[in-house]
């Protein structure tokens, strides 16, 4: 693999196939689990909807090496979600359901959809976070990046990129893509111990480009990139960029 031209926090693992990217991210995944049912007997996940991860997540299902994962010990959140029944096909939920979920053996107490319909969907999401995760530390997410830079439903330049006092909002108006969106804020999901972004494909190379060249700054403009308010470090948490050769810029044409 050549030297990358990215230069991005964290750190950075690329793979040609994405098979084999989701190889790599099932074993983190596998691990993060097993260490955190060690420790305390239970692992908080957070995960995101799109079409990026689904097929990762039909991996977990379907192949023997992640049979592994402590699925009855662990908890699924939802990063964030679009305000629409979980009938919807844009309902995160119901892809993560259909693709993962019915099909591991995780309690179903332990598996946590967003109540988007309801009139105040943010509040009793937040509530159950605090009681059964009262220090607010996922151990791991799941994130993706749109073509604007925006991560979880956190979209450049609205306000619920803002908040510092709360987990989970509403994030509406304009400049949100429709429908509403309720989504985890910056300060959930910096605060987990390890969170991934997963980005595949050539839609996604210029957006990292522009990334690497904000956090080459020092002062990343996250109004302007969300993604770039992802900084676990500051928690002594850990950043995985996960990318395929196309989305890095690294692929080696056979």
Request: with cysteine.
């Amino acid at each position: 693999m050549q030297d990358l031209p990215l230069k991005l926090p964290g750190h950075i693992i690329v793979q040609n196939e994405i098979d084999d990217l989701f190889d790599d991210l099932g074993g983190i995944l596998l691990n993060t689990a097993n260490d955190a049912v060690g420790k305390r007997d239970v692992c908080h996940i957070a995960l995101s909807g799109g079409s990026t991860p689904e097929p990762f997540y039909m991996r977990l299902v379907t192949d023997i090496r992640f049979r592994a994962i402590p699925w009855d010990k662990m908890h699924v959140w939802i990063v964030d979600e679009r305000r629409v029944p979980e009938d919807n096909e844009k309902n995160n939920f119901k892809m993560i359901r259909e693709t993962l979920v019915d099909h591991v053996r995780i309690p179903k107490r332990n598996v946590h959809p967003m109540p988007v319909m309801d009139d105040d969907p943010a509040t009793p999401y937040e509530e159950a976070l605090r009681e059964l995760l009262p220090d607010g530390r996922l151990d791991f997410v799941l994130l993706g990046m749109g073509d604007d830079g925006h991560t979880a439903s956190l979209f450049p330049g609205t306000d619920a990129q803002e908040v510092e006092d709360k987990w989970i909002v509403v994030n509406a108006g304009p400049k949100v893509t429709p429908p509403d969106r309720v989504t985890m804020t910056y300060p959930l999901i910096n605060n987990a111990g390890r969170i991934v972004v997963l980005a595949v494909g050539a839609k996604k190379t210029d957006m990292l480009k522009q990334a690497s060249a904000e956090f080459a700054t020092g002062k990343p403009d996250v109004r302007k990139l969300p993604i770039t308010g992802i900084n676990p470090e500051m928690y002594n948490g850990e950043l995985l960029w996960f990318l395929d050769g196309i989305a890095a810029g690294t692929q080696i044409e056979m």
